[in-house]
């Protein structure tokens, strides 16, 4: 028994919260880029909180249940279909044998974590069912769903049942222009003084080269770096630096164009100089921009981010106790 | 031999990045390797992740567990007690057989002339004229004829950077691709800046390709008895030597690979970094005979 893909949306992918401890042979700490949501997708439905969910990128799939399920739905505005009718949102419901589950068009944000009671019952590979695309491992067979493909579920767990919602106030919020807080450091002080003052000053787009690797920026000033005699190793163009490991969250600037800040599919090194680090509290933030939303680069400094990052972590606590029940 | 202090910066809220040394030096690797593995040993409450790089190091952290300003200073700390005692090394040679000049990446780096700064040579006729080699058989020599060192590994799952083991002036150089190519194939020899790499997977690259390796070094499936303990083969400090090899030996070795037989001649050695330093050279020729030694 299983959920049978019809059709496997844009970008759909097994996550969970990811894998960690293999950064430094170069596989990322995938998982959902979204954390909370998908946290929230599994309070829902009474599975653990780690379960492994589908991550649905802009466009929603379209599912055939072979067996009852409990699902719930949340992060992005992606609205569930049962059958053809429209479904609540950040709220647990059955479905029954036989039922295609799909999506409304996307109307805000840009991932949507669709968990079943149970969770997606995928081998865990390194400690995690979360899909790593590039190394061809974890999640479905390490790729996207195709339309054909048998995902397994779990045994639901004794919380399992469905009219579980999430109150307005601990729904994720969606913006199309928003604030992320960065950290300067790394490779900051190779800019010059003019370009790190534009850097926070400009309103930057997301290009669509967006996605789990990393979210690429544009439309801001180009940033210049300060003179200097290249250093051995580093390579000629002045972004360049011998090749160093790449923090989750870096914002690297090829060529000085468009900065790309890297998420949990992240590239683990190479030799473009990061000039700062978006804080963890908005990572999510990242996850539900699409292309051709708006963000502005906040200057934050460690006492600022931790403070974000407790305020951040006081919500998933509010989360958890609402929906413990 | 002095690298002057290391450079300390936060990595946002989660990570410490230190540079060590701004250019490349086997000096600057070694300091990293060493206060990594110290690092490792200490099994500090709420590190997560320790990468060491080429010429620095980061380590992720859970904040909640160890207060970043306080990790900080254990670093800084670390660094200071360092001694020359550190730069020696149990590590692995291991020979890596080589396609130079093969029909997949020249394919490749044919349909990419229009990103590259010399779009009628290859990349290896290139890489040949800009290091003043007389041709491609003699870079094909140099490339293949000293060892290098897996200087850090990432990129994607299980690529190795690799540093040749030469005095400076000897080192090949080569920029990188104008713009990246958006394909290179799985396995490629590629070099950018002063690194070698072999490409684990295929992809998006920016780095010169020379060749192409046989032998598989990232496999999720683990088929390969070298890869049968963990699927990524490479760890910072391997040593590597080039093997350059024909077509007919290519086409059995990927045979092998394919049916789950090949296999890689990997043996154990003692590196001294002090003794290499003196010369290296002769140092080489001692690595050489652990190799192919019994």
Known sequence: MAIEVLKPGLATTVQDAGREGYYHLGIPLSGALDQYSFRAANLLVGNDENAAVLECTLLGPELAFQQEAIVAVAGADLQPKLNGAPMPAHESFPVKKGDVLSFAFLKAGARAYLAVAGGIDVPVVLGSRSTYGLGAFGGFTGRGLKPGDLLPVGKPGPGARGGRSLAAALRPVLRREVELRVMPGLYYHRIT?????????????????????????????????????????????????????????SIQVPGGLEPIVLHRDAVSGGGYAMIGTVISADMDVIAQMQPNNKARFVSVDMEQALQARADYRARTDALRAALSS | MSLGPARYSFGGDEHIFVELSEEMSLEAFFKGMAITNAVK?????????????????????????????????????????????????????????????????????????????????????????????????????????SPWFVSMVGFVAGLPFLFQMVERERQIEVPKYLRPRTDTPKLTIGHGGCFSCVYSVRGAGGYQMFGITPAPIFDPAQRVPYLKDFMVFFRPGDIVKFKPIDRAQYDRDVAAAEAGTFDLRIRPVRFSLRRFLVNPTAYNHGLEEVLHGN
């Open chain 1, 193 to 249: 003084e003019q370009s790190a003052r534009d850097f926070f000053e400009d309103v930057w787009s997301v290009a669509p080269e967006a996605d789990r690797i990393g979210y690429r920026y544009r439309h801001g000033r180009p940033l210049r770096w300060k003179e200097r005699k290249q250093p051995f190793g580093a390579g000629s163009d002045p972004s360049n630096i011998v090749d160093a490991g790449y923090p989750f969250g």
């Open chain 2, 41 to 145: 040993r200490l099994a500090i409450p709420g590190v997560t992740e320790i990468c060491p790089a080429n010429a620095s190091y980061q380590i992720r952290f859970k904040p909640e567990v160890v207060k970043p300003a306080d990790l900080m200073r254990m670093l800084q700390a670390l660094e200071a007690v360092m001694g020359d005692s550190e730069l020696e090394l149990e590590t692995r040679i291991i020979e890596v057989p080589v396609l130079y000049g093969d029909p997949w990446t020249t394919e490749t780096l044919m349909r990419f002339r229009e990103r590259h700064q010399d779009p009628k040579s290859t990349d290896i006729q290139y890489a040949a004229r800009v290091n003043h080699y007389a041709s491609v058989d003699e870079f094909v020599k140099a490339h293949s004829g």
